[in-house]
């Protein structure tokens, strides 16, 4: 099958420290791809790099003169070489990225949050989409008019991968998703992933260090070490494997 | 006397909120410094007085042209000086006050100066309120800011661009990963900001002469309209007007004329001291919370 997204030999620089170390990784459609790693691995480096935030942080770091940032690698998406390509254009072709900790718009409601996720769609499309969105998280249906920044946690995290999914992913990418939350609300929310997956086709990226509720759900995993791609395997390998074991599961 | 107060109390805190509109979309809404403020208002009064006695064009093109022309000011200066120094709030202030300095000290030194700089007013004449007289160019700043407040808040609650505005100043990465490209929403709201100037500007104007010192007046009313108001937020703008402009009045009419100017500055320094986030500034109180 042809992969919708493959990474070659990518390499991240801020100023001199290597933030990923020459990664290599390959997804096709529908599946869910997971990255599992512990904080400062690069988990986040990769999920910026591939919606191409990091080609805007590049744009304006030197703009002001601050930090050097730099790419090296390739990544194609739909046989179509992205890796220089502004985040507008990845959000335009579907490669939609949830950032780290709850990004919401804290001082807008709800409902205005959402709508702010269409910003590319057309008006009438948002409302179907918000829809359902709250189909998904009947929970938010009732705070709709309160501002965000009043939301718990596990709410905000909802809004989020609900504000995600108005912009129509096609190849979404969750960074940390479940980063702060009790684990009755990552369950929720890994249950509710699934119940995307089953329902459209959609390509997931999980980048996560939570590997316990991960690990079940994805097809095939990615564990990031100091940048550097250590392991690799369906999710049953990983979970069998006894390194990985006793760094995730402590048995 | 009283009722004079209150009408013209009304007038001020009217033409307070007019002139504080595009300030507040901005810099309150949309998080782009813009001290340049009073110079593009003061760019479109003397635009449209070119255009009017110079060229000969009817009043109403002159105005429309002079509010095109401010708007695409406004867009060349975020592209030229502010979108070098983004996100350096400092260097921000300072590069577009500069500028601003620059920009009304130029017509200063090209000699745009005396009772000649004019604006016609809209429509001629006056009515009585009472024993009060108060002229249509009056109420056409009263109506001008009722209609603009309103187009703001549509604005800024109900369209995507207005959406897009609240967005990037909340966060701006995360507003990238919808798609919104930063340069490109700032620059239009440098551009609807200095429309807004100019709208203010062809309004306002024909009360008076057009004079540099009226662009530096200008940038301190909207700054102390804002401040006391609270960045960024619409009805703090209103309240703020309405608070700033019955105190100017009262101090004209019962105190001295001049010191009507140190009303905003006092309201500023109160403000700041006691809550600094503005009356309904509303990022404090997420702080708070959180």
């Not at chain 1, 290597?18 to 997804?27: C, R």
């Not at chain 2, 001020?12 to 007019?18: F, M």
């Not at chain 2, 975020?78 to 620059?102: C, D, P, Q, W």
């Not at chain 2, 920009?103 to 100066?113: A, C, N, S, T």
Request: proline fraction near 3%; include cysteine.
């Amino acid at each position: 099958m042809e992969p919708i997204l493959s990474v070659k030999n990518l390499m991240v620089f801020f100023e001199n420290a290597l933030a990923l170390n020459d990664f290599t990784m390959e997804t096709g459609e529908g599946q869910i791809t997971g990255i599992i790693g512990p904080n400062s691995a690069g988990k986040t480096t990769l999920m910026n790099t591939l919606s191409g935030l990091i080609i805007d942080m590049r744009i304006k770091e030197r703009r002001r003169g601050g930090e050097r940032i730099t790419v090296y690698g390739q990544i194609t998406y739909r046989g179509e070489d992205i890796t220089e390509m502004t985040p507008v254009n990845r959000v335009k072709r579907g490669i939609v990225l949830c950032r780290e900790r709850h990004p919401i718009f804290p001082e807008s409601n709800v409902l205005e949050n959402l709508r702010i996720a269409g910003y590319l769609k057309k008006r009438s499309r948002i409302k179907k989409i918000v829809n359902q969105a709250f189909d998904l998280f009947p929970a938010l249906i009732h705070l709709k008019n309160r501002k965000a920044g009043f939301l718990s946690g596990g709410e905000q995290q909802m809004l989020a991968i609900g504000m995600a999914l108005v912009a129509e992913p096609r190849l979404l990418l969750l960074d940390e998703p479940l980063l702060g939350l009790s684990p009755m609300m990552q369950q929720l929310l890994v249950e509710a992933i699934k119940v995307l997956i089953s329902e459209s086709v959609l390509t997931v990226m999980i980048a996560e260090q939570f590997a316990r509720p991960v690990l079940p759900i994805i097809n095939f995993g990615y564990i990031l070490e100091n940048g550097m791609l250590a392991l690799s395997g369906t999710g049953k390998e990983l979970m069998d494997n006894p390194e990985v074991k006793s760094a995730y599961f402590g048995v | 006397m009283l009722l004079g107060t209150l009408i013209y109390g009304f007038v001020n805190s009217c033409l307070l909120a007019l002139l504080a509109m595009g300030f507040n979309l901005t810099f309150g809404i949309s998080g782009v410094a813009n001290f340049s403020y009073g110079a593009i208002y003061i760019f479109s009064g003397f635009a449209a007085w070119i255009f009017l006695n110079s060229a000969g064009l009817p009043y109403a093109l002159c105005v429309i042209m002079a509010i095109g022309l401010s708007a695409t000011l406004g867009v060349l200066i975020y592209h030229v000086v502010i979108k070098r120094v983004k996100g350096l709030a400092l260097s921000e202030v300072m590069a577009t006050f500069g500028l601003g300095l620059a920009i009304m000290e130029l017509f200063r030194y090209f000699d745009f100066v005396g009772f000649k700089y004019t604006l016609p007013n809209l429509i001629e004449g006056s009515v009585a309120i009472g024993d009060v007289y108060i002229d249509y160019q009056r109420i056409a700043v009263i109506l001008a800011a009722i209609a603009l407040t309103g187009f703001i808040y549509v604005f800024t609650h109900y369209t995507r661009t207005g959406l897009a505005f609240r967005a990037i100043a909340q966060d701006e990465r995360t507003a990238l990963t919808f798609g919104m490209d930063s340069d490109h929403i700032a620059a239009l709201s440098m551009g609807f900001g200095s429309a807004l100037a100019a709208a203010a500007a062809v309004v306002v104007l024909p009360l008076g002469t057009i004079a540099v010192e009226g662009g530096y007046d200008v940038l301190l009313n909207a700054l102390a309209v804002c401040i006391v108001g609270g960045l960024g937020s619409t009805v703090g703008i209103l309240v703020a007007s309405v608070l700033i402009g019955y105190a100017q009045t009262i101090t004209a009419n019962y105190l001295e004329p001049h010191w009507m100017m140190l009303v905003s500055l006092i309201a500023i320094a109160i403000v700041l001291c006691i809550k600094p986030s503005g009356i309904f500034g509303h990022q404090k109180e997420l702080e708070e919370r959180i």
